[in-house]
């Protein structure tokens, strides 16, 4: 009864009609004065990037942001280094890699450990293959610990790889640019990279000391069937280069190679002058420049000291590049010059 009697003293009037649309619009007006403000002050913090960046940074990848002066931050480089170690993590899931590495026990401090910290570090799993201390082994015992490995490796791995790469204790691989290339070629197919020399063989051979890898098929086939002498003859054929294993063109796109017999000083500084060396004579795909093609994406060098190897570490996984992008800025003379004027101002007396 109370409720009643007080609804009907608070009846809707003219004035009280006014006075809720006046503190309406009042309250309106506060919350957006409010709003503004905070917006401002975002606004603010954006602005310190230049506005034709803001428009776009959505649309941008990571490593365009990193490309961008502006925006080529420490927390960028952060974010780029981390979506790379990523994407580096899904691949070696992928493309799942063992490497086994032959060496001796006189290599074992000198070499061995070395490849250890290096590149050996990338492998999906890293063995090596040597001899008993004592038991010394040279070129002639080169074949019999080539069969052990692979032997053990199918016998005792076999479900902890997708590709098998043989390496020396003085050879430097790198092992993404390994996977990348085995991408597109399924495991379970017969297949066979490396170095290609076309001596000995009508479809030749790949080189050892530079590397090469073989699919979990062609591991499987050449364990079972060619260890144990079930393949008496190879399917040989130079129109198809058909075999039990197919040979594969370590190339890129471009003809370049990616495994290389030797250090890259002999690869990317080629003597001509000395056309009579035995390389020549047994690389199956021709160089037809005066400097060795080596590809942007090289697998594969030998005959690394230690030393070499840890340089190679270095300029694999730690030098980056100045953006080529970049290089257009530097044709513009008044760019330079403002560069050179900002730097004396800089500069205190």
Known sequence: MQIDSAFKQRRLTPTNVCVFAFGLVVGFAICSLTSLNFCMEESSKISLVPNNTVKTVTDKTLVE?????????????????????MEARKLAEKVRVLCWVMTAPENHEEKAVHVKATWGRHC?????????????????GLWSKTVAAFKYVHENCSDEYDWVMKADDDTYVVVENLRKMLLPYPPKDPHYFG???????????????????????????VVTE????????????????AEDVNMGDSRDA??????????????????TSARGWWYWDYIWWPT?????????????FH???????????????????????????????????????????????
């Open 65 to 85: 942001m990193q490309h961008d002066k502006e925006l080529n931050s420490s927390l960028a480089k952060e974010l780029l280094l981390r979506v790379e170690e």
């Open 124 to 140: 999906n799993k890293l063995i090596f293959i040597s001899n008993k201390e004592g038991v010394k082994t040279g070129r002639e």
């Open 195 to 221: 170095f290609r020399f076309k001596t000995h063989t009508p479809v030749g051979y790949m080189s050892g000391g530079g590397g090469y890898v073989l699919s979990k098929e062609a591991v499987r086939r």
């Open 226 to 241: 060619g260890f144990d002498g079930k393949i008496k003859d190879c399917r040989l054929s130079t129109d198809t280069n």
């Open 254 to 271: 471009l003809g370049r190679n990616r495994f290389f017999p030797f250090d890259p000083q002999q690869h990317t500084h080629v003597d």
């Open 288 to 300: 037809e420049e005066e400097v060795d093609n080596c590809s942007d994406e090289v697998v594969s």
């Open 303 to 349: 005959y690394l000291d230690k030393f070499k190897m840890y340089m190679m570490e270095y300029l694999v996984y730690h030098v980056k590049p100045f953006s080529v992008r970049h290089l257009k800025k530097y044709d513009n003379m008044e760019y330079i010059q403002s560069l050179q004027t900002d730097k004396k101002s800089s500069i205190k007396i």
